[in-house]
């Protein structure tokens, strides 16, 4: 799986990801300061779920109908440590029994939800 943190997300958990195994591209790295569009429109064609702590991508793509990315995973509220993303999305991946892609993912201290996204 393909990942794109979008320029909020940890580069201590960047770097854990890309450890892990992963392909992430950070944003911060690549295109600081893109206005969140272009973020959604590079994961489109990219071909990457997203990864932010942005509430704003849901008002994208559901109030505006901007074309989705594979997916998006927000995380909420803001991490106690800059590891701590990476950790829970490890995590949630190695434990096998949640789907990412098409959906728009909220990781929360005690829960997780998911809501479809249509393309």
Same mark, same amino acid.
Not at 32 to 49: I, N
Not at 64 to 74: F, M, N
């Given at each position: 799986?393909?990942?794109?943190?979008?320029?909020?997300?940890?580069?201590?958990?960047?770097?854990?990801?890309?450890?892990?195994?992963?392909?992430?591209?950070?944003?911060?790295? &690549?295109?600081?300061?893109?206005?969140?569009? @272009?973020?959604? *429109? $590079?994961?489109?064609?990219?071909?990457?779920? +997203? #990864?932010?702590?942005?509430?704003?991508?849901?008002?994208?793509?559901?109030?505006?109908?901007?074309?989705?990315?594979?997916? &998006?995973?927000?995380?909420?509220?803001?991490? @106690?440590?800059? *590891? $701590?993303?990476?950790?829970?999305?490890?995590? +949630? #991946?190695?434990?096998?029994?949640?789907?990412?892609?098409?959906?728009?993912?909220?990781?929360?201290?005690?829960?997780?939800?998911?809501?479809?996204?249509?393309?």
């Amino acid at each position: 799986m393909k990942f794109l943190a979008d320029e909020d997300f940890p580069a201590q958990s960047v770097r854990l990801l890309r450890q892990a195994g992963y392909d992430v591209l950070s944003i911060a790295e &690549v295109s600081p300061g893109v206005s969140d569009e @272009k973020v959604l *429109q $590079q994961a489109r064609d990219e071909d990457r779920v +997203l #990864l932010t702590f942005d509430r704003d991508y849901g008002e994208l793509l559901y109030r505006l109908k901007v074309p989705p990315p594979r997916g &998006v995973v927000y995380f909420r509220p803001a991490p @106690k440590t800059p *590891q $701590q993303p990476a950790q829970q999305l490890i995590q +949630l #991946l190695r434990q096998g029994n949640i789907q990412l892609e098409g959906y728009f993912t909220v990781i929360e201290v005690d829960r997780i939800r998911q809501r479809p996204i249509q393309p």
